[in-house]
């Protein structure tokens, strides 16, 4: 028995603009000026009380919220953090590149940088758990 194909997605054009744009972050470029420009305003936010955990544990690099420091030390961790870092090793293109590119001035390849993770200063805080006194026959 052969089945017919059924074409139930074959109208909605007008929504698959929708479904690739629902989950944008920034590009590349956007990131790189976020580093460069604002890295310090970023990583040290006020407190917002719409974003995940209050802003104040935000990857830079992947230009994401997380709810806490575990979260955020777990992302370190992924692939997903790690392709972004090996990304934003080059250096961006310019307008000025792409018309040397094209013929009109030296034109020079882009440089590799190191790029490196860059926690915010409420993951840097010391353990304050307390000690607990063991104590002991002798005491």
């Not at 976020?34 to 230009?63: S, V």
């Not at 870092?85 to 009109?104: N, R």
Request: net charge positive; glycine share 2%.
């Amino acid at each position: 028995m052969v089945y017919k194909r059924k074409k139930y997605h074959r109208g909605d054009t007008h929504l698959k603009r929708r479904w690739m744009t629902k989950r944008r972050t920034k590009d590349l470029d956007e990131i790189d000026h976020d580093l460069n420009e604002n890295a310090e305003k970023l990583l040290n936010q006020e407190t917002d009380l719409d974003k995940p955990g209050q802003a104040q544990f935000y990857c830079i690099h992947c230009a994401r919220y997380f709810i806490d420091n575990q979260a955020l030390q777990d992302h370190y961790r992924t692939k997903v953090h790690k392709r972004r870092l090996k990304a934003l090793e080059l250096e961006p293109y310019t307008i000025e590149d792409s018309e040397k590119a094209a013929g009109q001035g030296n034109f020079k390849q882009a440089v590799k940088r190191k790029i490196e993770t860059l926690p915010p200063k409420a993951s840097e805080k010391p353990d304050s758990t307390p000690t607990k006194k063991v104590k002991t026959s002798n005491d």
